[in-house]
């Protein structure tokens, strides 16, 4: 088990630090997780299988998760129907309670589910938010962001991948 966590810590800091290109090369398998949306639905990463997902850990009081959300919103908007999926992976402490306001005041168009410290720790020990992943229609994680990143970076990553037949 611990061999494992060191490798997937080990393979998500490359990807991190490596640039979009580099990253696209190397996939690692996003680790599933059942989290409960603000309602208290359960959801799981697995139900997403065959779409291409941004998955973005934030919260609602930090301020370059906010300035995120406006270009995460255009970004479902957009490619929904070509089969993506923006999740979102609130931190929050507060739970529900802040978070559902906090969807509503922003109008957010894509799943939110409320994280807790084994995911973050699934995904290499979350240390800073936002911290996004970019996961392939087949499950695997192509790239990763730490901190404010913009829309066209996300984009340019997601129509290639949009491009690629399911099950490629």
């Given at each position: 088990?611990?061999?494992?966590?060191?490798?997937?810590?080990?393979?998500?800091?490359?990807?991190?630090?490596?640039?979009?290109?580099?990253?696209?090369?190397?996939?690692?398998?996003?680790?599933d997780?059942?989290?409960?949306?603000?309602?208290?639905?359960?959801?799981?990463?697995?139900?997403?299988?065959?779409?291409?997902?941004?998955?973005?850990?934030?919260?609602?009081?930090?301020?370059?998760?906010?300035?995120?959300?406006?270009?995460?919103?255009?970004?479902?908007?957009?490619?929904?129907?070509?089969?993506?999926?923006?999740?979102?992976?609130?931190?929050?402490r507060?739970?529900?309670?802040?978070?559902?306001?906090?969807?509503?005041?922003?109008?957010?168009?894509?799943?939110?589910?409320?994280?807790?410290?084994?995911?973050?720790?699934?995904?290499?020990?979350?240390?800073?938010?936002?911290?996004?992943?970019?996961i392939?229609?087949?499950?695997?994680?192509?790239?990763?962001?730490?901190?404010?990143?913009?829309?066209?970076?996300?984009?340019?990553?997601?129509?290639?991948?949009?491009?690629?037949?399911?099950?490629?």
């Amino acid at each position: 088990m611990l061999r494992r966590c060191f490798a997937l810590l080990s393979a998500v800091a490359l990807i991190l630090g490596a640039t979009e290109s580099a990253a696209s090369e190397k996939k690692i398998p996003a680790p599933d997780w059942q989290l409960t949306d603000v309602d208290g639905k359960p959801v799981k990463l697995s139900d997403f299988r065959g779409k291409v997902v941004v998955l973005d850990f934030w919260a609602t009081w930090c301020p370059p998760c906010r300035a995120e959300i406006p270009g995460f919103i255009e970004i479902q908007k957009k490619y929904a129907d070509q089969g993506f999926s923006m999740i979102g992976v609130s931190l929050d402490r507060e739970g529900p309670s802040v978070v559902k306001p906090f969807i509503a005041k922003f109008g957010m168009n894509y799943p939110v589910v409320m994280g807790n410290e084994r995911v973050a720790s699934d995904y290499g020990g979350i240390t800073a938010i936002p911290t996004t992943f970019v996961i392939d229609r087949q499950g695997n994680i192509v790239a990763g962001y730490q901190g404010l990143t913009d829309q066209g970076t996300f984009e340019s990553v997601i129509t290639k991948l949009l491009k690629e037949p399911p099950g490629s």
